[in-house]
């Protein structure tokens, strides 16, 4: 941490800002000074033997060059104490005044408008000594004593022990007090130098602790995110294996109690691979590889075709359906991840409104789109309101009931709203309701046709020969059984090696690789190798890894990568798809949560 200086970092702080701007100063005076200072030599030479002015001249330059020469270059030696380093602009600068108090010598030969030119003088390089040093005490008090200290003294003698008049006891009673006065104003300067500069440092100690903070949160982010991606990976091995299994009982000609079990078993099947494929939405939106489609749309149409979607959910739970959207508003957006959004949203409204209505409204305020859904449900307390956005954190589900989700929804919403601009409104009541309000400039918003869903296949894939590769002995007997079930050959094998004496026994019409094999093997460079061996074979990579990491290389890899547990349809239409591909054998895998 940065705090470990202690209290000693502060001071030192400030004085290597006070040599910084001594530095600083000393590379812009010298030349203002130096002519005063030859005017004044010059006005001395008219009154006084020559050789005396001349010779303060050539010291006052001469400490004016080493100034110019030393100064510069005390920030940067960190190899002196900081101490020692101020030391040393202590000393110069007393040299600075002493040669510049000299000056003074000349008062009794000078006449009184000259003497009143260099007194003038005098306290105007006091004054500005106080910006140029800050105001700080011993730097300040070595310039201004030796340099202005006997001024009252000068005046008060008059020039050599004449008798004193008002008007020399009057300018050196003000020389005195304005003396006095620029100390208490070096003090003031000095105060406010070390506030400035201290805040300033604390300023970036609390960044560097942001940051420190910032980089914490991001690997424990990153480490939430490994954590997840293996448990998705190691629940969806045995759920892939079970839903093959599942797939292929349902395909045999089976009746009555044994119907209605397989049935069930296939409910809760799909119902845990959607909780499953949450956690992949989340994978898929942290490793930035869904990319929107946008398109042009009529909200008022889109908002129609949702509210005909979702309206059975709506009464079958008791409320009323209400739908508010004008016609006209066309926008710009990617109309599946909105919809995705306004899915989630309406979902969990009906979830938590035991009565009274949910309404979809559709308005224009000041060039923005408002999309609101909103219900009459419980509401959402306001201490809990900024949480309700976070990965599994559910209102009112301490004992984590599987009916209610993984609290994942909203956390899916903000991801999707971030990624298509849309600012997400929150806007709740404990007990009377809560309404989300999609802020969307007009020129943003899309078309959003609904999702249609891909009817199973009814091709007959009798004779297609299939090569799996996986490593679990479990998943490649599922497979199996489920692809015998279709009428295919299946040929199995665990790793790259068998793989490959497989495919030129029996060449494939199509490849199943698993993403991730043993021995630090993977499907990408399984399928990369069949292909060397018997040439250009269509394959589809499946994966339970949700890592976003492994997200991108499939996708770099341009290899359609299908998430365990694989459904009898998605895997129908894949192979029918397959069979009446023609040109790129390999399909990019274009990633939609």
């Known amino acids: 941490m940065m705090q470990t200086a202690g209290a000693r970092a502060p001071r030192e702080e400030v004085h290597q800002r006070l040599l910084e701007l001594v530095a600083e100063q000393s590379r812009r005076v010298p030349v203002a000074v130096g002519c005063l200072l030859v005017v004044v030599a010059l ?13 303060w001249l050539a010291l006052a330059i001469a400490v004016l060059l080493l100034r110019r020469h030393i100064l510069p270059r005390l920030p940067a030696r960190s190899d002196l104490p900081t101490s020692e380093r101020v030391r040393t602009a202590v000393i110069l600068s007393f040299a600075n005044g002493v040669v ?26 006091c004054t500005g000594a106080v910006g140029t040093t800050a105001g700080h005490r011993r730097i300040y008090l070595a310039y201004i004593l030796p340099a202005a200290g006997t001024l009252p003294l000068w005046w008060l003698l008059n020039g050599g022990g004449a008798a004193t008049g008002w008007t020399e006891l009057s300018l050196a009673v003000l020389a005195a007090m304005y003396l006095w006065l620029l100390v208490g104003v070096a003090n003031n300067a000095w105060r406010n130098f070390s506030e400035s500069v201290q805040i300033r440092f604390q300023d970036r100690e609390m960044a560097a602790q942001l940051r420190e903070a910032l980089a914490q949160a991001t690997q424990a982010n990153q480490a939430k995110t490994r954590f997840l991606a293996a448990a998705s990976h190691d629940l969806r091995q045995p759920l892939h294996t079970i839903g093959l299994l599942v797939a292929a009982l349902s395909l045999r000609p089976i009746e009555g109690r044994d119907r209605e079990v397989v049935d069930l078993l296939s409910q809760v099947t799909v119902a845990l691979s959607e909780q499953l494929d949450q956690l992949l939405d989340i994978s898929k939106l942290d490793a930035g590889i869904v990319e929107p489609d946008k398109k ?69 305020v000041d060039g923005m789109a408002h999309i609101v859904v909103e219900d009459t449900g419980r509401g959402i307390p306001e201490a809990e309101q900024a ?23 909203l956390s899916i919403v903000r991801r999707l709203c971030n990624l298509l601009g849309i600012t997400l409104e929150l806007h709740s009541v ?13 020129e943003t918003i899309g078309l959003l046709a609904p999702a249609q869903a891909q009817p199973a296949s009814t091709e007959s894939f009798a004779g297609l020969t299939v090569l ?68 250009a074979t269509p394959a589809l990579l499946i994966s339970g890894d949700t890592a976003p990491d492994r997200l991108q290389e499939a996708n770099r890899a341009g290899i359609k990568l299908l998430h365990k547990p694989v459904s009898l349809p998605t895997l129908q239409a894949e192979l029918g798809r397959i069979l009446h591909q023609k040109g790129p054998r390999h399909e990019q895998h274009s990633a939609r949560p």
């Open 387 to 409: 949480m309700v956005f976070e990965e599994f954190y559910q209102v009112d589900n301490s004992e984590r009931d599987r009916t209610k989700g993984l609290g994942l929804g």
């Open 430 to 442: 404990a007990g009377q309701g809560t309404t989300m309000t999609l802020k969307v400039p007009l």
């Open 296 to 364: 042009v749309v009529d909200l008022g149409d889109m908002l129609r075709m949702h509210h005909a979607e979702m309206r059975a959910a709506i009464e079958e739970r008791g409320l009323r359906a209400v739908l508010d959207a004008p016609t006209g508003v066309r926008c710009w957006t990617d109309p599946a991840l909105v919809l995705r959004v306004l899915r989630n949203l309406t979902e969990n409204a009906i979830k938590f409104t035991p009565r009274g209505q949910i309404a979809l409204r559709l308005r224009t």
């Open 468 to 535: 799996v590769i996986d490593d679990e002995r479990s998943v490649r007997m599922g497979m199996r059984v489920l692809l015998e079930e279709l009428g295919c050959r299946c040929v199995e094998a665990w790793s790259i090696a068998e793989a490959t004496h497989a495919a030129i026994a029996a060449p494939p019409n199509v490849i199943l690789a698993d993403m991730r094999l043993r021995n630090g093997e993977n499907g990408i460079a399984a399928i990369a190798a069949v292909v060397e061996a018997v040439g």
């Open 100 to 125: 510049h108090g000299l000056m003074l010598a000349a008062f009794p030969w000078l006449l009184d408008t000259e003497r009143s030119f260099v007194t003038l003088l005098i306290l105007g390089l």
């Open 43 to 55: 006005m001395a030479a008219q009154r006084m033997p020559f050789w005396i002015p001349a010779l």
